[in-house]
Nanobody, 120 residues
């Protein structure tokens, strides 16, 4: 069974930094697009950043210039470096893996989430 295990969340003051990690197992990591989502209380889960299997990155406008997503395939790990954190970044952050086969079969997996709290 595929596992995605996040770590690195915590409490930080506004302007601070955190680095989230997501370690994947029991999957061909290099073939999956990887993403970080977040969900704040009372809000829907939203995509924060994504990195494709080919290394192409995309970001939601709210984090552009502050967050960086990266992956190390040899370590089966995807990272989210978060700088200049703001209170509105407070949320549970989830790791996501996605793969679409040529026959249309889709595989999607979620981690358990890690809490990020930014104090003002």
């Amino acid at each position: 069974q595929v596992q995605l295990v996040e770590s690195g969340g915590g409490l930080v003051q506004a302007g601070g930094s955190l680095r989230l990690s997501c370690a994947a197992s029991r999957m061909i990591f290099s073939l999956h697009d990887m993403g970080w989502y977040r969900q704040a209380p009372g809000k829907q889960r939203e995509l924060v950043a994504e990195i494709t299997s080919g290394g192409i990155t995309t970001y939601v406008d709210a984090v552009k210039g502050r967050f960086t997503i990266s992956r190390i395939n040899a370590e089966n790990t995807v990272y989210l470096q978060m700088n200049s954190l703001k209170p509105e970044d407070t949320a549970v952050y989830y790791c996501h893996a996605f793969r679409r086969l040529t026959d249309g079969t889709i595989y999607k997996y979620w981690g358990q989430g890690t809490q990020v709290t930014v104090s003002s």
